[in-house]
């Protein structure tokens, strides 16, 4: 008897998505996994670094795991979801954690970094920190584990936040001369990552829209519009940065790397939030004022939680929520090259990199 063809597209469809779903590993083992970032990465080491108090350690956060784990949100985060795509079984663990494994890799992201500034004036440590504490560490992991290893980043966000606060009436020029200082360090840090610390693969996540977050347009009563200034500087500082990667693959044949569309699916979200499955897309599940942004973990504080975290993108005034985290995750992993180029995080890891041995500083 003859097959239905129709039967046979449909199965073939199946089983593409499928496999797609399947880490592709090169080695045999699952890669390792080192994140750099702010607090959108934070997987604890804010707690280990500083005595004073850590919001994120304090219910509500964590609420949808049962737990408060040091991340900024009430569940996993992107790195968490990325990490288990890949074929890790557990999260990896915050650096500074002085019983940590780092086996399987390490999260150096912490609450508040920078990208330009020193760690003497923040309780932080500042992008560049981080990677000095990566190369420091470097030799805990063969050459070929580190080339074969994934690097996401996420980091820019305060820098820009920041910039506006302090300079409310900036112009054009001064803004763009603010985001060329930002790639500029940016750039001269990850060369000191591919060439100290062996570093192949990157995974960096452009800037949201910064001038939308909940706890910007409730400080500074934009009502239902953006902060444009913040908005315009993230969009030059992404467009800027994709263009820095892919200059450092002409020097650096080794590099290979992802850069994935954040922005844009928080504005989409932002804008249709019914397609995305949510109810509210301004206002955080936890905080307190006319956005519910500002409080949220602070005892003296009284917080409103929302009854359904899934409802919302924002679970505080900046951060997601996890159901948000988790389909960016996905996107990362295994997105089109609408969302994430020159290759997704999935064919990343199946990239073949040259591990030669990581110089001496």
Not at 93 to 107: E, F, N, Q, Y
Not at 115 to 126: F, H, P, W
Not at 267 to 285: A, F, K, M, Q, V
Request: proline share 5%; aromatic share 12%.
């Amino acid at each position: 008897m003859a097959k239905n063809p129709y039967s046979l597209f449909f199965l073939g469809l199946l089983t593409y998505f499928t496999l797609a779903s399947f880490p592709v590993i090169v080695s045999g083992q699952p890669p390792l996994l080192f994140t750099f970032g702010d607090s959108s990465y934070d997987v604890g080491n804010t707690k280990f670094f500083s005595s004073e108090f850590d919001p994120a350690t304090a219910w509500p956060y964590g609420d949808s795991v049962d737990d408060p784990t040091g991340r900024w949100s009430d569940g996993h985060i992107v790195p968490d979801f990325v990490g288990r795509l890949i074929g890790q079984g557990e999260p990896i663990p915050p650096v500074l954690d002085p019983k940590a494994d780092l086996s399987r890799g390490a999260s150096f992201a912490m609450a508040g970094a920078v990208v330009l500034g020193s760690q003497s004036k923040t309780v932080t440590m500042n992008f560049g920190e981080q990677i000095s504490k990566f190369v420091e560490l470097h030799k805990k992991w063969t050459d070929k584990e580190r080339a074969e290893a994934i690097y996401m980043l996420n980091i820019g966000a305060d820098d820009y936040l920041n910039f506006a606060k302090d300079h409310p009436n900036a112009n054009l020029v001064e803004q763009i001369a603010h985001v060329a200082n930002v790639l500029s360090r940016i750039s001269r840090e990850l060369m000191k990552l591919y060439k100290s610390g062996g570093a192949r693969k990157l995974a960096v996540q452009s800037l949201g829209p910064l001038g939308c977050l909940p706890i910007v347009r409730q400080e500074l009563k934009t009502g239902e519009s953006c902060m444009e200034m913040v908005n315009f500087m993230v969009k030059t500082h992404n467009e800027r940065l994709s263009r820095v990667l892919h200059a450092m693959t002409v020097p650096y044949r080794g590099l290979r790397y992802s850069f994935f569309d954040f922005n844009g699916e928080i504005l989409r979200r932002i804008n249709e939030p019914s397609l995305h499955g949510y109810t509210d897309t301004t206002t955080s599940c936890c905080g307190t004022g006319s956005r519910n942004a500002f409080g949220c973990g602070y005892s003296n504080v009284h917080s409103k939680l929302c009854s359904y975290q899934k409802s919302f993108l924002f679970f505080d005034g900046r951060h997601n929520t996890e159901k948000t985290d988790k389909e960016i995750a996905n996107l990362f992993y295994s997105g089109d090259k609408h969302v994430v180029s020159p290759v997704n995080i999935r064919d990343l890891v199946g990239k073949s990199v040259s591990y030669l041995p990581a110089q001496e500083i």
